[in-house]
């Protein structure tokens, strides 16, 4: 049963973030179960790769009971030797004492809302918070991906974890007495973590991904309700361009020759409109003026989720672009007056086996018969073939 409100038998709403997007997502879930704004407390993580981002743009959107920011565990190796992995564990488990401490007046907290990634560090919390209730938000086009995978489950395993870290198969009775007598294990056992299961045994997809969600599983669709009632009424267009970037250089082993090709093409396909280009929140300044320098165009650094500049700005763009993301999808409900939506394919030659390119061929299959967002190619031929897997 999803909860329409949060009573006050329990701690309230917790809300664990990493990104802008994360935090309007959170807003919207607020919204949706009218979740009282003295009930709400945010965690914030530190971005995945390290890093505290700036969410503050987002936070102040709305009012938090409490915002409490975390910092990252620190690296457990377990190839290192014993001394040093000694010194390690009581690092690490000085840093699980510190989050214990700062959000032990939450545990049992009635309802519990983080992204759905797999990210180890929210997955501990969620089995040690113990919440009535959990409720997954999206994480851009890795969560269509995740939908189907074991692997994006919300369940924190720390002998699944064991096993990943020392590369070994998940199940057998070995793993499990390795585990036990290893600094890893005692950890999670001092530390409570060492649960049987999810232990919230209901939870709910609210995404705009809402008809993906397993079977069995319970899903609302997002349909950004919040921010739409704040966007602006009569946003007029002009002939600009908004190309939404990609980390593609910096995290996902494309070379700049190479991506600096692609965006040529894209540029010429839309002269004589003025092109702008946002950079994603993991690309970095020096890579914003690159771009400058190559394109001769404006390069944008927002500190709000695109879908939040498009939907609050007065004046909309003719087209908004990108190789693919999730702000293409979200912005076609946002707005009756909504602008060309399009997507140029990366060339499946030049794609790797990463999360990104996966995602990237998810998002080209749901749209290579759709209107709603045209794909393109970047030979500029007309979109004929269809995308294979």
């Known amino acids: 049963m999803i909860p329409q409100a949060v009573t006050a038998r ?6 664990i973030c990493i990104s802008t ?3 309007l997502n959170a807003i919207e879930v607020r919204h ?32 938090w009971n409490r915002v409490i920011r975390l910092q990252a565990d620190p690296v457990y190796d377990h190839a290192a030797p014993i001394r040093e992995r000694l010194l390690q564990a009581w690092r690490l488990g000085r840093a699980i004492q510190h989050w214990q401490m700062h959000i032990k007046p939450f545990r049992g907290c009635h309802t519990l809302c983080f992204p759905h990634l797999n990210k180890i560090a929210i997955k501990r919390m969620l089995a040690w918070l113990r919440p009535q209730h ?51 294990g005692a950890l999670n056992v001092w530390h409570g973590l060492l649960v049987n299961g999810l232990h919230a ?22 349909t950004y309700a919040w921010l739409k009632e704040r966007s602006a009424r009569r946003g007029k267009s002009d002939a600009t361009v908004h190309f939404l970037g ?16 692609w965006l040529r093409m894209v ?23 690159r771009i400058s320098e190559l394109l001769s165009c404006e390069v944008r650094r927002e500190v709000l989720p695109y ?59 749901r749209y290579k018969n759709s209107k709603a967002i045209k794909l393109r190619s970047l030979s500029g031929v007309a979109w004929t073939r269809r995308v294979s897997g």
Not at 10 to 15: E, H, N
Request: proline share 6%; charged share 25%.
């Open 10 to 15: 329990k701690p309230g709403a917790v809300f």
């Open 21 to 23: 997007l994360h935090v």
């Open 32 to 63: 949706h179960w009218r979740i009282p704004e003295d009930q709400c407390v945010l965690i914030v993580l530190p971005r995945i790769g390290g890093g505290q981002a700036d969410l503050s743009a987002a936070i102040e959107l709305v009012k």
């Open 134 to 184: 959990l409720i997954l938000i999206d994480d851009g086009t890795l969560s269509m991906r995740l939908l189907n995978s074991v692997s994006g489950f919300p369940e924190y395993d720390p002998i699944t974890e064991f096993a990943e870290f020392h590369q070994l198969p998940v199940d057998g009775q070995a793993l499990r007495r390795r585990f036990i007598f290893s600094l890893f």
């Open 201 to 222: 045994r209901r939870y709910t997809l609210f995404s705009t991904f809402a008809e993906a969600a397993p079977l069995g599983v319970a899903s609302v669709r997002n």
């Open 246 to 261: 990609a980390p593609l250089v910096e995290r996902d082993g494309v070379t700049w020759e190479q991506y600096s090709g």
């Open 267 to 289: 540029r010429d396909a839309y002269r004589p409109y003025r092109f702008v280009y946002y950079l994603h929140p993991v690309e970095s300044d020096a890579f914003g003026q």
């Open 307 to 365: 879908e939040a500049v498009f939907a609050l700005s007065e004046r909309r763009p003719r087209v908004v672009v990108s190789w693919f993301c999730s702000a293409l999808e979200n912005i076609l409900v946002l707005s009756d007056k909504v602008p060309r939506v399009e997507a140029f394919r990366i060339p499946r030659s030049e794609q790797t086996d990463t999360a990104t390119f996966r995602s990237a061929r998810d998002f080209y299959r």
